[in-house]
């Protein structure tokens, strides 16, 4: 991985190449998706069974697209007690952080005869896209089923593409353990337009949530109006800040767990420690020797990957900022005071011993998080994903006699007049 300054001539055309990457979807892909969307939205399941089949290779009908309770219970019971304790309490750990974010009604009388308020309602159905394929995730069950049962959403469901239309056992045991009941083995850009147009059999959910390949984030981003979604979630990422006292291995190790998740994914640290840089370098290349995804980690680290040097950690900080990272290591020597210049970030792990794969699994604070640079504005996934705010306005007549003649103003200087005559009509005691 290249070792630069980020006061080289080339480092902002480094940066852009890192930043920019995944972030517009290719023309033929966006056509390809556009179409898929369209035709569930008019054919509901005649065209989601028929791209299930095309695109994941097994065959669904109305009576088989969502898994029976003896599939979940089969599928379930194959995964290892010891395995499903770990699942649990890391649904535990979930719960407990996420059980700080819950949000109450609340009034206020600011003055004689005016209310004010806020109710907070949850959503009453939210659709969770699990990704599938070769592999399984359940930690993304989890991640989106707990806060929005905290919530109080009305019903979960999950949709997940399914190997030869065969729920994976973590998925099921996952689910069952989050009290979702119901299943539907669907994946891909389809099952993303069937949530949020709803068919036949599948029903049409108010916000989705849940990463997926470009197809199914491309999907995601068509959709959003006709439902709501998290986020456009990009590319995985990480960004390292690290001191003299930083271990090579620990670093690179960290390095290397976002660089195996795909060839897009970037992997970058910054230091003002030229000898650790090289010492990263070095122990990245014996690392890479034994990892089981090598090829995809080196691709990744060669494409996307960057160590940049730094004159200082207050520069390394501005540089991080600047990224707006996923996730954010500070691995230095006093990482509480560094992270009161931190501004943009989705997580931050503090210290030598809290990589970025413990805030996974079970740590407790959510791993659905923005990428791309849109920490910038946007947050982890969290409780107030799934509520709403409805503002709550109470006026007496006493109230309105005050503040009614000045609203009447506003409207008529915006050229509303309908909206000031019914203001006026009240002031001036009439019914009609």
């Not at 207050?314 to 990482?335: M, S, Y």
Request: aromatic share 6%; glycine share 8%; with cysteine.
């Amino acid at each position: 991985m290249r070792i630069a300054r980020t006061t080289d001539s080339d480092f902002e055309a480094l940066y852009q190449r890192i930043t920019q990457r995944g972030r517009v979807f290719d023309e033929d892909l966006w056509k390809v998706v556009e179409k898929i969307v369209d035709d569930v939205a008019r054919k509901g399941d005649e065209a989601l069974f028929d791209y299930t089949q095309r695109l994941d290779g097994y065959a669904l009908t109305a009576e088989t697209v969502a898994a029976s309770g003896k599939e979940l219970e089969e599928a379930a019971s194959r995964v290892e007690a010891s395995d499903l304790a770990i699942m649990r309490q890391a649904a535990q750990r979930i719960e407990a952080f996420h059980r700080h974010q819950i949000a109450e009604n609340w009034t206020v009388s600011d003055e004689p005869g005016i209310i004010l308020g806020q109710r907070i309602v949850p959503l009453e159905r939210v659709g969770i896209y699990a990704p599938g394929g070769l592999a399984s995730y359940p930690s993304t069950v989890l991640m989106a089923a707990v806060p929005a049962k905290i919530a109080g959403v009305g019903e979960i469901i999950l949709v997940n593409p399914s190997r030869g239309g065969q729920i994976h056992p973590l998925i099921a045991a996952t689910a069952k353990l989050c009290g979702i009941s119901r299943i539907f083995k669907i994946g891909g850009a389809q099952a993303v337009a069937a949530l949020a147009y709803g068919t036949e059999t599948i029903p049409r959910v108010d916000k989705i949530v849940g990463p997926g390949n470009a197809y199914v984030a491309a999907a995601k981003k068509m959709v959003f109006g006709q439902a709501s979604i998290d986020m456009i979630a990009g590319p995985s990422e990480i960004l390292i800040i690290a001191d003299q006292t930083a271990q090579p291995a620990f670093v690179a190790a960290d390095l290397l767990s976002q660089a195996e998740h795909d060839e897009m994914a970037s992997a970058v640290l910054v230091t003002p420690d030229e000898v650790l840089a090289r010492e990263v370098s070095v122990e990245l290349k014996r690392q890479l020797e034994r990892l089981p995804r090598r090829t995809i980690a080196e691709r990744s680290l060669e494409a996307f990957g960057a160590i940049l040097v730094t004159e200082n950690l207050e520069g390394a900080v501005t540089v991080a900022n600047r990224f707006a990272p996923e996730h954010l290591e500070l691995i230095v020597e006093d990482p509480w005071k560094l992270l009161e210049g931190i501004k943009h970030a989705g997580a931050v792990f503090l210290g030598h011993y809290t990589p970025e794969a413990v805030g996974d699994y079970i740590a407790g604070p959510n791993h659905v998080l923005p990428t791309g640079g849109t920490a910038r504005f946007s947050s982890a996934l969290g409780v107030y994903d799934f509520v709403k705010r409805i503002s709550v306005v109470c006026f007496s007549r006493e109230a309105l006699e005050d503040y009614g003649p000045k609203a009447a103003r506003f409207a008529h200087l915006e050229g509303l007049d309908a909206h000031g005559n019914s203001i006026s009509l009240r002031l001036a005691g009439k019914n009609s």
